[in-house]
C-alpha cells in the first residue's frame, strides 16, 4: 500500500510505521537474513574491521572488559594514593602519560557496553534478531 499524506484519508489495514523519518541499515542477522535497523538498535560496530583479531562485542562481553579496565584504572588510583602516602612525587612526572592512556579505554569501554546495552533492549523490543556484520 501506498504512504500518503496525513490530511488523506488511508486505505483499509494502512498503519504508520513508527520508524518512518529514521534511516535503517539493512544487515545480515544471526538467522541469515536481511534485516533493517535504525542506529540505535544496531548498536556497536559488529564486522571484525579485516583484524587479525575477532572484537568483542557482545554485551556481555563489553561488560567484562568494561569490569577489566575498571580493575586497571583502581590499581592506577592505588598506585597514586601509594605515591602520595610515601611522598615520591618526582615518580608521577616520568609516568604521567600512564593516566589518559588508561582513562581513554576505560570511557570507551563504558561507552560501547551501555550503547549495546540499548541496542539490546530496542531490538528485543521489536523482536529483531542480533545482527552479525
Given at each position: 500500500?501506498?504512504?500518503?499524506?496525513?490530511?488523506?484519508?488511508?486505505?483499509?489495514?494502512?498503519?504508520?510505521?513508527?520508524?518512518?523519518?529514521?534511516?535503517?541499515?539493512?544487515?545480515?542477522?544471526?538467522?541469515?537474513?536481511?534485516?533493517?535497523?535504525?542506529?540505535?538498535?544496531?548498536?556497536v560496530?559488529?564486522?571484525?574491521?579485516?583484524?587479525?583479531?575477532?572484537?568483542?562485542?557482545?554485551?556481555?562481553?563489553?561488560?567484562f572488559?568494561?569490569?577489566l579496565l575498571?580493575?586497571?584504572?583502581?590499581?592506577?588510583?592505588?598506585?597514586?594514593?601509594?605515591?602520595?602516602?610515601?611522598?615520591?612525587?618526582?615518580?608521577?612526572?616520568?609516568?604521567?602519560?600512564?593516566?589518559?592512556?588508561?582513562?581513554?579505554?576505560?570511557?570507551?569501554?563504558?561507552?560501547?557496553?551501555?550503547?549495546?546495552?540499548?541496542?539490546?533492549?530496542?531490538?528485543?523490543?521489536?523482536?529483531?534478531?542480533?545482527?552479525?556484520?
Open positions: 500500500m501506498a504512504r500518503r499524506s496525513d490530511g488523506v484519508p488511508q486505505e483499509p489495514g494502512y498503519s504508520l510505521s513508527g520508524l518512518a523519518g529514521e534511516q535503517l541499515k539493512y544487515r545480515r542477522a544471526e538467522n541469515g537474513e536481511m534485516v533493517g535497523y535504525t542506529r540505535a538498535e544496531y548498536g560496530r559488529k564486522d571484525d574491521g579485516r583484524g587479525l583479531v575477532k572484537p568483542v562485542n557482545s554485551s556481555g562481553g563489553l561488560l572488559l568494561s569490569i575498571t580493575a586497571c584504572l583502581g590499581g592506577l588510583l592505588y598506585g597514586v594514593v601509594q605515591v602520595a602516602l610515601t611522598d615520591q612525587w618526582h615518580i608521577l612526572g616520568e609516568v604521567w602519560w600512564v593516566f589518559p592512556a588508561c582513562l581513554f579505554p576505560f570511557l570507551a569501554a563504558w561507552a560501547a557496553y551501555f550503547k549495546e546495552r540499548r541496542a539490546e533492549k530496542l531490538r528485543k523490543a521489536r523482536n529483531l534478531p542480533r545482527p552479525v556484520d
